[in-house]
């Protein structure tokens, strides 16, 4: 759209190799569906297919029991996937792109201190000098993240709704190393095209491939489960307990090391809203809508929350030129009303689908590090893929949906034939999180009715065949 953007990062250059080490230590791997793709090609099509030659697709859960026995859950019938990315890969390749824009211009080291949205000024901190300096802008973006500072001064101006939960739980990221195949060279210790998971009832390991072939680990567990690591032995014989078969892969010196380096992480769920301030402001990603990432929607949600502003911004055919000067008065200063319309806009709509996509990724963290095992969650898994097969009219794949979805949101806004919320939330950029959420909890009440009806089949039947008994019995004294 040709807008003059400036980015201020309070980190350094994370293409630096010193600034490599410390992104390493916290760092859950990313997975990159057709929600965030959709909303790469329909910013840049050409850089999103580079993204995609770095990752490595994931066809299902490989599901690791106590005992090392495997069980592989595809997740998708038509065999589409969720893509691996490494975290620090995918920031470089952005920062790449960006730099390579002749009206983008990125600055490091620059911590935002405050913010006046009517004055249109940034008070910002060179990291490097200490000095402070303003930045005059038309229009601010804040992408900061969790403990948005952008954020922060948006509740000063504007009447924002907002909560903030940590969930009893906490994270830890471990390395496998890569094996090596019988000529010597790097090779995965497990199946590369499965994300593995070794479901605890309250905790969980996974891991992740990455393109040098060895995976990244992420331990999820209560805090309380942590504070009983003390000791190397502890954790020694804990993972001995719970984890014998990763332990083995992982190595025990690696492990331990692992264990003292990084940090243990919260995880945090934040919903607010409204999301603007006039035609000043607006917050996307985890600064609008942290959630904890067990539905793999965080980078996605993101992603899609720029797919979703680009389109109300081409449909209230708003452009960069400020033609209306900044007199410096709050109550005199004009506002661009095609602007304020698309950010008024992006608050109304977008406030249901990240409130169902953070729920969503709460409920799946059970059903991760538990529900998977279940002989009922196998059995409704199956119920629900032979529904999907009897009515679905053939299978969408993102490459027909790429010229809707550049230009409306969610063209499909009612979604026909059964459809599993997973295919809905992963699958489906067309369908919005909270018309997969209303159209799931519909059809769990048609499971829930056939499952009932199925319990009152059985014991009817257990109950005339146990009938056909006796009196088979009593005709034969």
């Given at each position: 759209?040709?807008?003059?953007v ?12 010193s600034?490599?080490a410390?992104?390493?230590?916290r760092?859950?791997?990313?997975a ?16 999103a297919?580079?993204?995609l030659?770095?990752?490595i ?6 599901i ?10 595809p997740?998708?019938?038509?065999g ?7 975290r620090a890969l ?6 790449e ?9 990125l ?7 405050s ?9 910002l901190?060179?990291?490097d ?5 303003r ?24 009447r ?7 969930i ?24 590369p ?6 479901p ?17 680990c ?7 489960e942590?504070?009983?690591l003390i ?5 020694l014989l804990?993972?001995q ?39 000043r402001?607006?917050i ?13 929607q ?7 929350d ?7 911004l ?7 030129s400020?033609?209306?000067?900044n007199?410096g008065?709050p ?11 698309a950010?008024?806009?992006?608050s ?10 953070c ?38 794949f993102?490459?027909?949906l790429?010229?809707s ?14 459809l ?19 159209k ?8 829930t ?13 257990s109950?005339y ?13």
């Open positions: 759209m040709k807008w003059q400036e980015i201020y990062e309070a980190r350094p250059d994370l293409r630096l190799s600034s490599k410390a992104a390493q230590q760092s859950i791997n990313l990159i569906s057709s929600r965030g793709i959709a909303a790469l090609r329909a910013v840049d099509a050409s850089a297919e580079r993204f030659q770095t990752v697709p994931m066809r299902g859960r490989m690791h029991d106590k005992h090392g026995s495997l069980q592989s859950q997740y998708d019938r038509n589409q996937c969720i893509n691996s990315i490494d995918l920031n470089v390749e952005l920062l792109e960006a730099s390579a824009v002749p009206n983008i211009r600055t490091f080291k620059h911590k935002v201190l913010a006046d949205f009517d004055q249109r000024v940034l008070f901190r060179d990291g000098s200490g000095t402070d300096i930045v005059n802008f038309d229009l601010c973006i804040g992408a900061d993240g969790s403990y948005s500072i952008i954020r922060r001064q948006l509740m000063r101006v504007v924002m709704n907002f909560q903030q939960e940590y009893p739980h906490e994270y830890i990221e471990l390395k496998m190393p890569a094996g090596h195949d019988e000529h010597g060279n790097p090779a995965f210790l497990l199946d095209n499965h994300l593995h998971i070794w605890r009832h309250s905790f969980m390991l996974i891991a992740l491939p990455n393109k040098d072939k060895t995976f990244t992420t331990l999820f567990a209560p805090t309380v942590f504070d009983r000791t190397r032995e502890d954790i804990w993972f307990d719970h984890f014998p078969d990763a332990l083995s892969l992982l190595g025990e010196d690696k492990l331990l090391k692992d264990f003292e380096k990084n940090p243990r992480s919260p995880l945090i769920t934040t919903k607010l809203s409204p999301y603007h301030y006039k035609d402001c607006v996307l990603g985890d600064a609008a809508h942290s959630m904890v990432p067990f539905y793999g965080g980078l996605n949600c993101g992603l899609e720029v797919r979703v502003l680009l389109t109300l081409q449909e209230e055919c708003v452009v960069p400020r033609t209306m000067p007199s008065d109550e005199s200063d004009p506002i661009d009303q095609k602007l304020f319309s950010l008024s806009r992006y109304a709509s977008r406030h249901e689908d990240v409130v169902a996509i729920e969503l990724a709460m409920d799946n963290y059970i059903e991760m590090r538990h529900s998977v095992t279940t002989p009922a969650y196998i059995i409704k898994k199956a119920l629900d893929h032979v529904l999907f097969s009897l009515t679905a009219r053939g299978p969408t993102l490459s027909s790429g010229e979805l550049s230009r409306i949101a969610f063209p499909t806004d009612n979604p026909r034939g059964w599993p919320l997973y295919t809905m939330i992963t699958f489906r950029p067309d369908i919005s999180y909270a018309t997969a959420r209303r799931a909890a519909r059809q769990v009440i048609i499971l009715t056939i499952a009932r009806l199925g319990t009152v089949g059985i014991c009817a039947t109950f065949l146990t009938l056909r008994a006796l009196r088979w019995l009593r005709s034969q004294r």
